[in-house]
């Protein structure tokens, strides 16, 4: 065993001093400073702007357009509207609209409207003019604010008090709360929300993580074959040492890049997010990172899923001898686990549905199903968690056992490779 | 055994779906001597080598090593150069060499210092710290040995060591084999290239289609081929050499030749039939050279 960690701590240094490794580190703090000053850069670009102008000879509703802009409801951030005064088209409705249909045809502006006469009585006569029929950020905006406008109108004309006319206009809140298999209730928090989500991002990690290492540990068995140092290192270790120690030493790797990345995801929510938004500040990532059962069953699955596909990643690398012949070997197994992938936005709403419990048990689903459930609300019951785990293990425990056995014959072949039944039954040999 | 053996092979079998590469293979390595391990390509000289090595199982046989079962115990006491060299192009040449001797049971520390000691005494010491993909095939070559070296091993085991190497780097080559005998290690390496293992072997071991043909001391094998053997120089025309009625067989150079004689034909007898046809510049007789019993014995035993 001795000499499997040497093997792997040449694995780890060799792996660790790669270009893809510093890029694939930096990839996560990057994405996140960007997810803050992309937004920021975006608003400070000109053009993002969308001028538009209305014609409205009773000037009601166009008071009230320009209430709204002021009050902030002009568009998102990246985007913002901008009201052009009418007067400067021209003094009469008719002036105005000739005008502002010539400044939309000349790009002058982006939109034009048109308030009604009846638009306050009746809700009707109103137009919009434009170049664009995709965006409708504008129109929404225009229509929603003098919507607002004429309600109130509506309900003033029919002689009713404000405090009548603010209570028709209330909405009705639903006060949420989970009802937990043990038949306990509890109002529906932030963080079960949040959680939920969390529940996907800890689904990603692994799954990115295992295929990242796993294919990394391909990569580097198919180097060894053909560069032939295999032939060297076999002669001082067993094939067994040899491929733990691969094993070992990538999982090493998997595990320096996943812990940067969930420490900086920490500490850029714990003390970058707070400072620049407050929805960002309300997510409660401590309450998340921090939960102890979430984090000790990802350390669990991404153990135990990526010895399981570590072994399958080893076992056809040692077969081939190029990366175009393991590309083949590698298409099914890509395949299967696209499937975890696809179902987590199932799984994540509906953890308990027959599907995502058929999926959990899948021996090559369960680390990223059973993690999905587990970070998901309602889990499963702590029975069905443990039960998994055993599942799991019983199933690394055999595939490793096979391709161990393949390794050994493979990667001392040269020439073309083995048909997958072959390989197959060189795994299931006694 | 009368003199301990290094390394003793014992009806070893090996076989491979449907062939069998070595089929009851046998012979022993005194220690401390150089052993020729010779044979026609596919011969199964490398499926043997690879058993001793304990990369394969013999599916029959045993094999002892320096006393042992081959195994992983006496794995660190043997250095091991396999027939195709194989470095990680982008580890530094030192880090290589400490790693290959990391795996042989060297202390980490300990491995770094014999890196570097060994790299300065082959005189490629300046580039200890390069990665080994910017190395000259010949320095590759170098490093490679060494890798095998590192750990001072009692036995050493080259599979195919001249092959591919220029005249010089074959010389550096052949020197630390030369250096190595002297101080007493056990040498065996597998080669078709005759005039090496004539010049350096004290044993000779000749397998053919995974069988021994032929083993023992050279001097022995050459001397049971009796001195039936001649060879000259000349300057001419040398086509007709074969059909002498006293040449069993000639190899021809177009210079030089290598004639075995019938039996009962006398070396006086050739020189007669050559003078006056070719300009005879050198002559002896001799026993024959390991190239022909090579020849003889694997054409005898149905070819390559």
Redesign the interface.
């Known amino acids: 065993m001795r000499k499997a960690f040497i093997v792997a701590r040449r694995e780890y240094v060799a792996n660790v001093r790669t270009k893809s490794f510093i890029v694939g580190i930096l990839f996560l703090p990057i994405l996140l400073l960007a997810s803050v000053f992309l937004p920021s850069l975006f608003q400070k670009m000109k053009g993002e702007t969308r001028r538009f102008s209305v014609v409205d000879p009773s000037g009601e509703s166009l008071a009230a357009i320009e209430k709204a802009l002021e009050a902030g409801a002009g568009g998102g951030r990246p985007l913002q509207f901008a009201l052009v005064p009418p007067s400067e088209f021209g003094g009469t409705p008719d002036e105005q609209r000739e005008a502002m249909k010539k400044a939309v045809e000349e790009d002058r502006l982006f939109a034009m409207a048109e308030i009604g006469p009846g638009a306050l009585e009746d809700g009707s006569g109103c137009s919009y003019l434009s170049k664009s029929a995709a965006e409708e950020g504008l129109l929404d905006f225009l229509s929603r604010t003098v919507t607002t406008l004429y309600r109130e109108r509506f309900l003033a004309r029919a002689n009713l008090e404000p405090e009548v006319v603010k209570k028709a206009n209330a909405t009705v809140w639903f006060q949420e709360r989970l009802l937990s298999k043990e038949g306990g209730e509890k109002e529906t928090t932030k963080a079960d929300k949040v959680g939920g989500y969390a529940s996907l991002g800890f689904v990603y990690l692994l799954w990115m993580s295992i295929f990242m290492m796993a294919q990394g540990l391909l990569t580097s068995t198919i180097e060894e074959k053909s560069n032939r140092t295999v032939e060297v290192v076999l002669s001082s270790c067993t094939p067994f040492d040899f491929m733990s120690g691969k094993v070992l030493g990538l999982a090493a790797v998997g595990l320096t890049l996943v812990g940067t990345w969930i420490t900086c995801f920490f500490l850029f929510f714990q003390f970058v997010a707070p400072a620049i938004s407050e929805t960002l500040a309300s997510f409660d990532i401590g309450a998340i990172l921090g939960n102890p059962v979430n984090l000790s069953f990802f350390a669990v699955f991404f153990l135990l899923g990526y010895l399981l596909y570590a072994s399958i990643f080893c076992g056809i690398g040692s077969v081939c001898t190029t990366l175009t012949e393991a590309q083949n070997l590698i298409g099914p197994v890509t395949l299967i686990l696209m499937i975890p992938l696809l179902s987590m936005f199932h799984t994540v709403k509906n953890p308990d549905s027959t599907l995502s419990t058929v999926l959990s048990w899948v021996p090559f689903f369960t680390p990223f199903v059973m993690m999905n459930r587990v970070a998901a609300v309602p889990p499963p019951s702590g029975i069905e968690v443990a039960a998994s785990v055993l599942w799991l293990l019983l199933w690394v425990y055999l595939v490793m056992r096979g391709a161990a056995k393949v390794f050994r014959i493979g990667v001392l072949l040269y020439g073309k490779p083995p048909k997958l039944r072959e390989i197959l039954r060189w795994a299931r040999a006694r | 055994m009368a003199i301990e053996s290094a390394l003793a092979i014992d009806r070893i079998t090996k076989r491979f779906s449907g062939h069998v590469a070595v089929d009851g293979v046998s012979f022993s390595v005194p220690r401390g001597s150089t052993c020729g391990f010779l044979g026609p390509n596919g011969s199964g000289k490398t499926t043997t080598i690879?058993m001793v090595?304990n990369?394969?199982q013999p599916d029959e046989g045993t094999i002892t090593v320096l006393g042992v079962p081959a195994g992983?115990i006496v794995?660190?006491r043997?250095g091991?150069l396999?027939e195709?060299?194989?470095?990680?192009?982008?580890?530094k040449v030192r880090e290589q060499l400490a790693?290959?001797g990391?795996?042989?049971g060297l202390e980490p520390r300990e491995a770094l210092a014999r890196a570097d000691s060994s790299l300065d005494a082959l005189g490629i010491g300046d580039w200890k710290a390069r990665r080994t993909e910017e190395l000259s095939k010949g320095m590759q070559q170098k490093v490679q040995f060494l890798?095998?070296t590192i750990h001072d091993p009692e036995v050493l085991i080259l599979d195919e060591p001249f092959s591919g190497l220029d005249p010089v780097n074959a010389e550096v080559l052949k020197n630390e084999v030369l250096r190595l005998r002297k101080r007493g290690k056990t040498i065996v390496f597998s080669t078709h290239v005759m005039e090496h293992a004539e010049k350096l072997c004290d044993e000779i071991v000749l397998v053919n289609k995974g069988k021994t043909v032929l083993d023992g001391p050279l001097r022995d094998v050459k001397a049971r081929f009796g001195r039936n053997a001649v060879f000259i120089d000349y300057e001419g025309d040398g086509s007709f050499l074969s059909s002498l009625p006293a040449v069993a067989r000639a190899n021809d150079y177009g210079r030089h030749a290598e004639i075995v004689l019938k039996d009962g034909a006398s070396p006086q007898d050739l020189l007669r039939s050559l003078v006056g046809r070719v300009a005879v510049r050198s002559f002896e007789a001799r026993e024959p050279s390991l190239n022909e019993i090579f020849v003889r014995k694997v054409g005898e035993n149905g070819g390559a």
């Open positions: 690879r090595m990369i394969l992983e794995k660190d043997v091991y396999p195709e060299k194989g470095l990680y192009k982008k580890m790693y290959f990391s795996l042989k890798g095998a």
